[in-house]
């Protein structure tokens, strides 16, 4: 089993910065690939990026990118999703994800473990 929990949501005016951490207990984040996701209210959850398992490369949502960074910080066993250039549209719940099978996954069902998530709330 593995447990995930965000932190660093909050409330932050347009063109601020925030970031989220995701942090696992039960397994360390080597060898897996991280998603981040967010879902907004009366939205689906949609993708927002993801840091492979090999190689660590990073892809993102067109809607985010260029404004967002992934990484991983493998002693402490924490993935940070930089947020930079916030817009209103980026408010939502945000939730990191971990897919044991997968090299690349932007699908939430590619994913096998969740977290609660972090509010985030940008205000114009």
């Known amino acids: 089993q593995m447990q995930l929990v965000e932190s660093g949501g909050g409330l932050v005016q347009a063109g601020g910065s925030l970031r989220l951490s995701c942090a696992a207990s039960?397994?360390?984040?080597?060898?897996?690939?991280i998603g981040w996701f967010r879902q907004a209210p009366g939205k689906e959850r949609e993708f927002v990026g993801t840091?492979?398992?090999?190689?660590?490369?990073?892809y993102y949502a067109d809607s985010v990118k260029g404004r967002f960074t992934i990484s991983k910080d493998n002693t402490k066993n924490i993935v940070y999703l930089q947020m930079n250039s916030l817009k209103p549209e980026d408010t939502a719940v945000y939730y990191c994800?971990?897919?044991?099978?997968?090299?690349?996954?932007?699908?939430?069902?590619?994913?096998?473990?969740w977290g609660q998530g972090t509010q985030v709330t940008v205000s114009s």
């Open positions: 039960g397994r360390t984040f080597s060898g897996y690939t």
């Open positions: 994800a971990v897919s044991v099978r997968l090299n690349y996954a932007r699908r939430s069902t590619d994913y096998d473990y």
């Open positions: 840091i492979s398992r090999i190689g660590g490369n990073t």
